[in-house]
């Protein structure tokens, strides 16, 4: 059973369109994020939700909308896509620390690699 | 505001041969530490975190990673590399409160026969 899993595994489109990538984690957690890897491999979060509340959004442009529905599910949707938006985007889940409490490991999806044309 | 610094963007070694991967952090209070590693084409999988207590931690696949506080270091070893460790190598660190985890830029080790 795959415990955090997105969908598409790639994706190609062209500039000026909408996409969606979705993401489902089976493990109970209470908190998801985003995250976008560039081809230097560098990871920058985006987003943090927890129990389907935003928690962390990181100067990321509104052409980018999270949504989560549930708990499990944390879907992210580009309008307008652009060129510098090519990347790798990794969906992750960990489970919510007590209040002040200690960070908690994050177990990441396999990726979306998006190609914008 | 907490910061992660991976000094070397590159590392080769050979089979069987010794490896430190080195991690220098920025946070104020007590840091929440991190290794992941990942593979070509994959997500990013924990080896080791540091949270209290010994400051030597093991983790998976035989490497482990020492916390100086006096240093702010956390390095990552493993005593004898094996090809399939050829990776990226990923340190991080945590906040208070367990949202915001901040990632380095990464090391990615070469492994030659």
């Known amino acids: 059973d795959t415990a955090v899993s997105q969908t598409p595994k790639y994706l190609v489109t062209q500039m000026g369109n909408d996409k969606s990538i979705k993401c489902e984690q089976n493990?109970?957690?209470?908190?998801m994020y985003w995250y976008k890897q560039d081809s230097k491999k560098f990871l920058k979060i985006m987003f943090s939700?927890?129990?389907?509340?935003?928690?962390i959004n990181e100067t990321v442009p509104n052409r980018f909308s999270p949504k989560s529905p549930d708990k499990a599910h944390l879907n992210l949707h580009i309008n307008s896509l652009e060129l510098g938006d090519s990347a790798v985007y990794f969906c992750?889940?960990?489970?919510?620390?007590?209040?002040?409490?200690?960070?908690?490991?994050?177990?990441f999806g396999p990726g979306t690699r998006l190609t914008v044309l | 505001a907490q910061s992660v610094t991976q000094p070397d963007i590159h590392i080769t070694v050979s089979e069987g041969a010794s490896l430190e991967l080195r991690c220098n952090y920025s946070?104020?209070?007590?840091?929440?530490l991190f290794w992941y590693v990942q593979s070509p084409g994959q997500g990013l999988q924990l080896l080791l975190k540091?949270?209290?207590?010994?400051?030597l931690v093991q983790g998976i696949k035989g490497f482990e990673a020492e916390f100086k506080r006096s240093q702010s270091s956390f390095n990552l070893r493993k005593p004898s590399v094996h090809w399939s460790d050829a990776a990226e190598y990923f340190c991080?660190?945590?906040?208070?409160?367990?949202?915001?985890?901040?990632f380095g830029a990464g090391t990615r080790l070469f492994v030659k026969a």
């Open positions: 939700y927890n129990n389907k509340e935003l928690i």
């Open positions: 946070y104020g209070a007590t840091p929440y």
């Open positions: 992750a889940s960990s489970q919510r620390p007590p209040t002040g409490g200690l960070a908690n490991e994050q177990f």
């Open positions: 991080a660190v945590g906040n208070t409160g367990g949202f915001k985890t901040i």
């Open positions: 493990l109970g957690h209470d908190t």
């Open positions: 540091y949270f209290s207590g010994d400051t």
